[in-house]
């Protein structure tokens, strides 16, 4: 990971990912947190592919912005339009202090490990994760992915107004 477009690469994504995560907190509507996460989600699998780890980064957006964060906006999209909004609470304070905690904490191990790099390369590659999920674990994939599918087809359908279930059945 050397060379000037790497570096601006990182610095880049480092502030998408900041702003994106600051998003999240600050955002009093509940479908731009969601929103902000997803751009959270795709910043991470870009460190994933400044790291050189492309499987990791493809299952971080197949996984997190496919599945997860699609999960949280159909659970957004399905809730009250009164209970979307992100009011303040009692909480505030708490929380307030338990995130002060938590940076210095994180400060702490940042400053105190050794960062050092190891030399030898990774046993597993791409190729054989690849050739693992279309050999040995078919069936299993396979089976996911039906069972996501079903899924998505009946949220879906549970979200339908009588009037498009008339409209489809003339």
Known sequence: MEGFGVSLAFWILTGVTLVA???VLASRNLLHAVLFLILLFVGMAGY?????????AMAQVIIYVGAIAVLVLFAVLLTPRAGRNNGETRMFLPALLLCGTLLAIILFVITDTNWAV?????????????EALLSRWVLPFE??????TVALVGSIMLVR???EEAEDAV
């Open 48 to 56: 994933f592919v400044l790291l050189s780890a492309d499987f990791l």
């Open 161 to 163: 107004s009588r009037e």
């Open 118 to 130: 190891a030399d030898e390369s990774p046993s597993v590659t791409a190729a054989d994760l690849g």
């Open 143 to 148: 089976l996911a992915s039906v069972l996501l």
């Open 21 to 23: 995560a600051l998003g």
